[in-house]
């Protein structure tokens, strides 16, 4: 009698475990929202709207398969256009977004580059959501295997995990 409450109880903790952490998974998108702002060159704020997970997968969502120096092999990224992303502030936009994220990194991205490039806002890595711990949950993400001049050390460094904001300077 006591191994079959030994056994219904490690059964019990083995679901607690596995639906634990596919909720945490599920989770994720929410528990780091992504402010997204519209600012002056001279930094007044125009509006400023968040997102959970949900927000921005009610966005156009684009495509990029790509290699990544962080990556092993092909990864296919999923998520939002910046242009997309751009659009949301409803005039002519902008000159440039600043993307920074949870460890405090920043960086400057033109806006050739989401014109021209059709860099995305990556939500999804190979279709699952990326963990914090797995650099998301939101990564920039350039088309490097669709274009060889992009794989430099400038675009890579534009190429920033963790996003939790984007700051577009309107022009």
């Known amino acids: 009698m006591r191994a079959v409450k030994m056994g219904i109880t490690l059964a019990l903790w083995a679901a607690v475990v596995v639906f634990g952490c596919v909720g945490g998974a599920l989770a994720q998108g929410s528990k780091y929202p992504l402010t997204v702002s519209f600012v002056t060159p001279s930094g007044e704020l125009l509006s400023e709207h968040t997102f959970d997970l949900a927000g921005i997968d009610a966005l156009p969502q684009s495509k990029i398969v790509t290699r990544t120096p962080w990556t092993h092999g092909v990864q296919a990224f999923t998520g939002p256009t910046l242009a997309a992303i751009a659009e949301l502030a409803k005039r002519p936009c902008c000159k440039e977004v600043r993307a920074y994220s949870l460890g405090d990194w920043s960086a400057t991205i033109p806006a050739t580059d989401w014109l021209r490039q059709g860099i995305i806002l ?3 890595l190979n279709g ?17 295997d669709g274009r060889r001049d992009l794989d430099t050390q400038m675009y890579q460094a534009r190429m920033i995990w963790q996003v939790k904001s984007l700051e577009f300077v309107v022009e």
Do not use: E, F, L, Q
């Not at 990326?130 to 993400?141: A, L, Q, T």
């Open 122 to 124: 990556a939500s999804r």
């Open 128 to 144: 699952a959501t990326m963990r914090v711990r797995d650099k998301g949950p939101y990564w920039i993400m350039y088309p490097i």
